[in-house]
């Protein structure tokens, strides 16, 4: 089955603890070296898995790379219905990345060009 991605801006005021709740949350990844960017803004964003596969590797790039930095989960996963939050400073000041999820069936999804500078959640859908 193909898979999709969906970004959803939220705003801080529309983002309540309801949003959150229900997706049990895996502890906050981190996508950034020691050293992160000063200009202040927060490129942390919830990326929540709503297929019914298990995203076994998640990528994210900046639009300056050419290829794909580490696998930010790790030794984890992400199942169905669960989010991680990712700080997606890499040190660089991008703001814009691209994403790829690898599934549990083998099957890949790519978003190119998310600003996770505007970004606060955003969901691998099917």
Request: proline content about 3%; charged content about 20%.
């Amino acid at each position: 089955m193909m898979k999709q991605i969906a970004a959803a801006a939220v705003s801080a005021a529309l983002f309540t603890a309801a949003t959150i709740v229900p997706l049990p949350t895996l502890a906050v990844a981190h996508a950034a070296p020691a050293k992160g960017c000063t200009d202040g803004k927060n490129r942390r964003v919830r990326m929540v898995n709503a297929t019914s596969y298990t995203i076994q590797r998640m990528y994210g790039s900046n639009e300056g790379r050419t290829t794909w930095e580490e696998d930010v989960l790790g030794d984890s996963v992400l199942r169905p219905g669960n989010s991680v939050v990712v700080n997606w400073d890499d040190g660089t000041c991008y703001c814009v990345f691209d994403f790829k999820a690898v599934y549990s069936d083998g099957d890949t999804s790519t978003k190119r060009t998310v600003d996770v500078c505007r970004l606060e959640t955003f969901r691998f859908v099917e």
